[in-house]
C-alpha cells in the first residue's frame, strides 16, 4: 500500500504533481493549487491511501520535483 499526503495550504500552483502523477493530482481552477483526488481534509492534510504500489513510481516523481516539498509519500 502506498500513503500520499499533500499539505495543501502552502501550496505555490506550480503543477509538477498533477504533470507526474496526473491520475491523482489536478489544479484547481479556483485558487490555482494542487488537489489531491478522492481525499479528505484533516488539518490541513489530505491523505489518500492507495492499494497497488503501480503508482509509487510516479507519486515519488511528484514529490521530489515539489519545490516547496509540501507531498510526501510512503509505501507499507
Avoid: W
Wanted: net charge positive; hydrophobic share 35%; proline share 4%.
Amino acid at each position: 500500500m502506498i500513503i500520499v499526503t499533500l499539505q495543501r495550504e502552502k501550496c505555490i500552483g506550480c503543477n509538477y504533481c498533477a504533470e507526474f502523477a496526473p491520475e491523482y493530482f489536478r489544479m484547481s481552477k479556483k485558487d490555482g493549487k494542487s488537489v489531491l483526488l478522492r481525499t479528505e481534509n484533516k488539518k490541513g492534510f489530505y491523505t489518500l491511501k492507495i492499494p497497488n504500489h503501480e503508482s509509487f513510481e510516479s507519486c515519488e516523481k511528484a514529490a521530489k520535483a515539489c519545490p516547496v516539498k509540501i507531498i510526501s509519500v510512503k509505501e507499507i
